[in-house]
């Protein structure tokens, strides 16, 4: 049998270690020449195969995509790019099953959350009603942590370290001034409908930082929340606040909405911080600093969990195995066999269980005041956050990343208007 090519692209926003997942499809691909001839990815994700924008990875060397592993964000560039759904636009399917056939493409690995899960599986249906059947493999990435049946989502568990730390290393800062000076320090972090990562802020409680978090899935109540802080505050001199951005009132309207949307059509967020600040300011009187993680929390790569880069190489390398075992309209998941000592093997799900599907925090992870963490959610999370994996320094103290080539492979096909 002829060796076909294989198709890979990221997808959304980035993460600490989505690069990682690259890293682990294209050596692995390589181990295979006899089955896999070329890895092309999309340039800038989905959009580079809709315009055959593609890259060829084989151009890239050994030890570039080796560096991969510890280089942060998109090393192929992605995109914030929903495909409507079938009944829609068809077109933008079957200009895909196109692009596949033009240039031998019989594996698609896309690397993303829910919507690329989505994009995903009916790539695979399409394609074998279109007579080029496509072996499409999911591989999960997203800081949101909100992908069903996995344990965990590569990209969490450095995003989760990195608020945790960040939010120990401030509320340190404002206990050593709170006596004349600051009592408050909020941290906003991502997160729109499930509460996996300002969870993760709550760790620090285990180290005597007074700290009160707001969850997505808990309706946010002004009056028990200025209340919850004031007891805080007059306990400890001091207290620290992680507030997800999709922390809202009880009529859903989002405490950081700005009234305008992102491509996929959800509500932009960006601005709970302030808000709760200054409610806290006018309401107690507290003086208060107060910092957006945004895009630090997901591209800090100098402090990436050493668990969540090990997961991320495992699922990108099982996504091409499980495709050379015939797989199709999987998804590779972590599965947890025990927390201590933490040990996890690989499995999978079908794409139909997966996509449009949102895994929100257990209601048993969080405490029954709403403003906390149970022991069985830090349970789950410390595992996730164990370990370093520093990458490489240059002589001038710079963390060494890598910048891909990005060679294009040749168009074959007329131009695409998205």
């Known amino acids: 049998m002829t060796a076909k090519n294989a198709f890979y692209a990221q997808s959304g926003g980035v993460t600490a270690v989505i690069n990682a997942s690259a890293c682990g499809v294209i050596e692995t691909a390589r181990q295979h020449p006899d089955k896999i001839a070329n890895v092309y990815a999309g340039r800038n994700g989905i959009i580079g195969a809709l315009t055959e924008d593609l890259i060829d990875t084989s151009a890239e060397s050994a030890e570039d995509i080796a560096a991969?592993?510890?280089?942060?964000?998109?090393?192929?560039?992605?995109?914030?790019?929903?495909?409507?759904?079938?009944?829609?636009?068809?077109?933008e399917y079957e200009r895909l099953i196109e692009i596949f056939k033009a240039h031998n493409i019989g594996?698609?690995?896309?690397?993303?959350?829910?919507?690329?899960?989505?994009t995903c599986y009916k790539v695979s249906q399409l394609s074998e009603k279109m007579g080029f059947p496509v072996q499409a493999i999911h591989v999960p990435k997203t800081v949101d942590n909100d992908l069903p049946i996995t344990d965990n989502?590569?990209?969490?568990?450095?995003?989760?370290?990195?608020?945790?730390?960040?939010?120990?290393?401030a509320s340190f800062d404002v206990r050593s001034m709170a006596a004349t000076s600051t009592k408050i320090f909020v941290i906003e972090v991502m997160g729109r409908h499930a509460g996996w990562i300002a969870a993760a802020g709550g760790l620090v409680e285990d180290n005597g930082i007074p700290v009160v978090i707001l969850f997505p899935e808990v309706e946010f109540d002004q009056e028990k929340f200025l209340a919850k802080v004031d007891t805080k505050v007059k306990e400890h001199g001091y207290c620290s606040i992680v507030v997800s951005e999709g922390c809202h009132w009880p009529d859903g309207k989002f405490l950081a909405e700005q009234g305008t949307r992102d491509a996929f059509g959800h509500a932009q967020l960006g601005g709970a911080a302030p808000v709760v600040a200054n409610m806290i300011k006018y309401a107690l009187g507290y003086k208060f600093h107060w910092a957006v993680a945004d895009y630090l929390q997901r591209a800090a790569r100098h402090l990436a969990s050493a668990s969540d880069v090990e997961q991320a190489y495992a699922l990108g390398k099982a996504a091409v195995e499980k495709a050379l075992e015939g797989k199709n309209s999987i998804m590779p998941t972590v599965v947890r066999e025990s927390s201590s000592p933490y040990k996890w093997s690989i499995g999978e799900a079908p794409l139909s269980e997966v996509a449009n599907v949102e895994k929100m925090m257990p209601m048993e992870f969080i405490t029954d005041d709403g403003f906390g963490i149970t022991a069985a959610c830090k349970e789950y999370l410390y595992p996730l956050i164990k370990g370093e994996a520093y990458p490489p320094y240059t002589e001038n103290g710079m963390p060494d990343y890598v910048t891909m080539k990005g060679v294009a492979v040749p168009r074959k096909l007329d131009s695409f208007e998205l």
């Open 68 to 91: 991969l592993k510890h280089t942060p964000s998109g090393g192929f560039g992605s995109c914030r790019f929903k495909l409507k759904s079938l009944e829609d636009n068809k077109r």
């Open 107 to 118: 594996y698609f690995f896309y690397n993303g959350g829910g919507d690329s899960a989505d």
């Open 153 to 169: 989502c590569p990209g969490f568990g450095s995003v989760a370290k990195y608020i945790a730390v960040s939010t120990l290393e």
